[in-house]
């Protein structure tokens, strides 16, 4: 039987749900989308419950319109400046006489290494184990039935504030649906525009959207670093309102028409004057383009500055040979992917959720990446662990409760 699994992005711009079903041959049957403009967030945290709960319900009611299936649970992203991560390593002797490593003793493993201090205004978002080391040998990526006397896992823990996250699940709840997971938006983007091959490399995932700037950072297929940095595309929008003195539309329609993140000096007589509106109504704004990129570039530099200053403060700035991949709304400003590759001299790619089916054509492209990659995160990591214990290379689920997720499994199935 396909499963079902839905994805909601609660992004700072746009709300996306997105209902889709695994093939047999594994690629994602997207069945329903729900679009809606984003209400009651900023830099990605909800900041309004009901204007967010909204904004929710009516992207749910459309991906159910769509796809003629009733929504009762789905995979969340999450995101906003308070997100932090850090690696931990956690380790058991085996405990078994003959010295066989079970699936017990990884989660054991794994649950030593949750043992940091973590302020009580915090809360564990995400546990991934990403290598496993068996007696001193490393990079093991399974352990289950070697033989060991000592098993230690190298975790990335992603923590959260409390706050900040009830009030996403209060949003999403109040809308009528049951969380299966929180998943950290750079991870769930990552699931839909990374290869194995990018990961195996080590590769430095971006995803520029309104309000945040997502990070996340791969080396021999596991996750070391994740940020969000609260600044994107609404700043860019917001640059050229306060510069130019226009009505907050018609920036960003001078953004998408006219932006580019290199601005060009025109050719010797030509004119790239643009006539638009002006704050004064019935009043005309003459700009050249040239200027208008100027101001675009400038915020556009500055958030390559912060992207390379976060990859130097991870330390893996070295590791990094597949080198980036952006993604997000704003990866599509034309001439921003050459920009990171003249600053950050290193190879930069656009990602676009790939390997889909179905409704494929409204949603291949950056700015649905994080909703494509919390259907296959659900997939992947889903039900391979319902009991929410740790699978090696899974994530552990450790904010909801088995019989909650089950609340949701059975809700769908009611009338
Ligand atoms: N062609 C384009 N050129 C430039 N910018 C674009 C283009 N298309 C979309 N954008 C910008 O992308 C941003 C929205 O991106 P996206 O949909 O990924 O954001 P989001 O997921 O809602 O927000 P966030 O992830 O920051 O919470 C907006 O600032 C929009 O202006
Ligand atoms: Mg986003």
Redesign the pocket.
């Known amino acids: 039987m396909n499963r079902t699994v839905v994805g909601i ?1 609660v ?4 709300i996306c749900t997105m209902v889709a079903e695994v093939r047999p041959d594994g690629r994602v049957n997207i069945l329903g989308i729900g679009l809606t403009p ?1 209400k009651g ?1 900023d830099k ?1 945290v909800v900041v309004n419950i009901d204007d967010a709960v909204n904004a929710i319900s009516t992207s749910v009611e459309k991906a159910e319109r769509l796809s003629g299936y009733r929504i009762g649970t789905a995979y969340v992203g999450i ?1 906003g400046k308070h997100v932090q991560s850090l690696n931990s390593r956690g380790v058991v002797a085996i405990s078994r006489q003959d010295h066989e490593i079970t699936g017990t003793d990884v989660s054991r493993a794994v649950e030593s290494a949750q043992a940091v201090a973590i302020p009580t205004q915090r809360e564990i978002i995400h546990v991934i184990p990403r290598a496993y080391i068996v007696d001193g040998h490393e990079n093991i990526r399974d352990p289950v039935g070697m033989s060991g006397y000592r098993l230690e896992v190298e975790t990335h823990i992603v923590t959260g504030e409390v706050m900040a996250i009830q009030n996403l699940i209060k949003s999403v709840e109040r809308a009528g649906v049951i969380i299966d997971d929180l998943v950290l ?1 750079p991870l769930a983007s990552g699931q839909a525009v990374l290869t194995p091959e990018d990961k195996d490399r080590g590769v430095v995932l971006v ?1 520029i ?4 700037t ?1 990070i996340a950072i791969f080396i021999q297929g596991g996750i070391w670093h994740s940020v969000v940095l609260p600044v ?3 700043h ?2 917001n640059d050229i309102v306060v510069v130019l003195h226009t009505p907050h539309n018609t920036a ?1 329609y001078l ?2 028409k006219y ?1 580019s993140a290199i601005a060009e000096e025109p050719e010797e007589g030509e004119d790239d004057t643009i006539k638009t509106e002006s704050f004064a109504p019935g009043e005309q704004l003459e700009v050249s383009r040239y200027y208008l990129n100027q101001i675009i570039q400038a915020r556009s530099e500055q958030i390559v500055e912060l992207i390379a200053t976060e990859i130097r403060r991870s330390g893996y700035d070295g590791l990094l040979p597949a080198g980036i991949v952006l993604t ?3 990866s ?3 001439r921003f992917d050459e920009l990171v590759r003249d600053m950050l001299g290193m190879p930069v790619r656009i990602g676009s959720p790939t390997g889909l089916s179905g409704l494929s054509d409204a949603v291949d492209s ?2 649905y990446a ?1 909703g494509v990659g919390l259907v296959k995160w659900g997939m992947t990591h889903g039900l391979r662990h319902p009991s929410g214990g740790p699978l090696p290379g899974g994530e552990v689920g450790n904010w909801r409760n088995v019989y909650d997720r089950f609340k949701g499994w059975l809700r769908e199935f009611l009338p």
Not at 209 to 212: E, I, L, N, Q, Y
């Open positions: 992005d992004g700072t711009t746009k984003s967030l990605g995101a938006q995803d959207g309104g309000g945040t997502d994107g595309g609404n860019l929008t960003e953004k998408l932006g997000g709304g704003s599509l400003l034309p950056p700015p994080t």
